[in-house]
């Protein structure tokens, strides 16, 4: 299923309303936000304070997980829902894990985080490594033939795939399941797996309403539990810990929450391909 669509409408629509992107850019004190954008933020911040928590622990684990595929032998990305870079981009951590090495192409379906995402790299990229793609995750097949011809992805080599915070973006209806499996199905062995998600509490009416008053952004909000997000991973191997909160997925030093993760309610997980068994939690 794609988004048809113009470009036009979809900028109109990206500032008439408050973007996920910029919400999540302002909650975490970055500097790409309009005001309907920062209302919306404060007004979900007084329901469920600790969405600040989850988004901080979903970029730590985002961190992470580059510098584990790094550590893997991995060199190039493809980080799709790639949101507004203010810090702590994959091409940053990448580059500081094994500088001059990485190649990696950023994918927003949101207008002005592309064009956002193109000044920022134009600064701090090596544009002979590092792309920004206007494009859908749900118009998968025309998505990866983009992605294949920018160069940078050499398709017989493994290659870190990252769709993390936006799957929670992505209601059933819509079967991003499928649009997943096309992603892995393409990738090399050897290949990972990054993703994250929002996480589904029972019985938790504050996050109920913040579900709901999502509804008025530009992306729909659909939470998931553990079991609900684990299919995402397909016959995938995961690597330990498994699927766990953001925070409790291999902590350093600087991992916030990692003796208390159920504070920042967001699920995390790394998997490879051409493991030897199916994705277990
Ligand atoms: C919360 S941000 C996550 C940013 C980054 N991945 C991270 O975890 O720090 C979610 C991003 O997903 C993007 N997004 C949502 N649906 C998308 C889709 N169907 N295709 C591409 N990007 C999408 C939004 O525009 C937004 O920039």
């Keep these: 299923m794609t988004d048809a669509r113009s ?9 008439d309303r408050p973007s996920s992107a910029r919400v999540y850019d302002y909650i975490l004190g970055g500097t790409h936000h309009y005001a309907i954008d920062r209302d919306f933020a404060e007004r979900q911040l007084a329901i469920m304070p600790e969405m600040r928590l989850a988004m901080q622990a979903n970029r730590a684990f985002l961190g992470r997980a580059v510098r584990y595929a790094v550590d893997q032998g991995v060199r190039q990305f493809v980080d799709i829902g790639s949101g507004l870079p203010t810090v702590g981009n994959v091409h940053e ?23 956002h995402a193109e000044i920022l790299l134009a600064d701090t990229a090596d544009p002979d490594r590092h792309r920004a793609l206007l494009g859908d995750f749900f118009d998968h097949a025309r998505l990866w033939d983009e992605i294949v011809a920018t160069g940078l992805i050499d398709r017989t080599r493994p290659t870190c795939l990252l769709v993390v915070g936006i799957l929670h973006f992505m209601p059933p209806e819509r079967d991003p399941e499928a649009s997943l499996a096309f992603y892995r199905e393409r990738l090399a062995p050897g290949s990972l797996l990054v993703l994250s998600h929002g996480s589904r509490r029972a019985d938790d ?3 109920r309403e913040v579900e709901r008053n999502y509804q008025q952004t530009t992306n729909r909000m659909h939470l ?48 490879r391909k051409g493991g030897d068994g199916s994705a277990t939690a």
């Design 93 to 115: 951590v990448a580059d500081e894990a094994a500088p001059g090495q990485c190649r990696v192409v950023y994918v927003d379906n949101e207008p002005i985080a592309r064009a």
């Design 7 to 15: 470009s036009d409408d979809r900028l109109r629509d990206s500032v």
């Design 205 to 207: 009416a504050q996050q």
């Design 224 to 271: 998931r539990t553990a079991e609900e997000f684990l299919p995402f991973f397909g016959d995938w191997t995961l690597a330990e810990p498994g699927i766990v909160p953001a925070a409790r997925w291999r902590p350093d030093a600087a991992t916030r929450f990692a003796d208390d993760p159920d504070r920042a309610p967001v699920l995390a997980g790394v998997a």
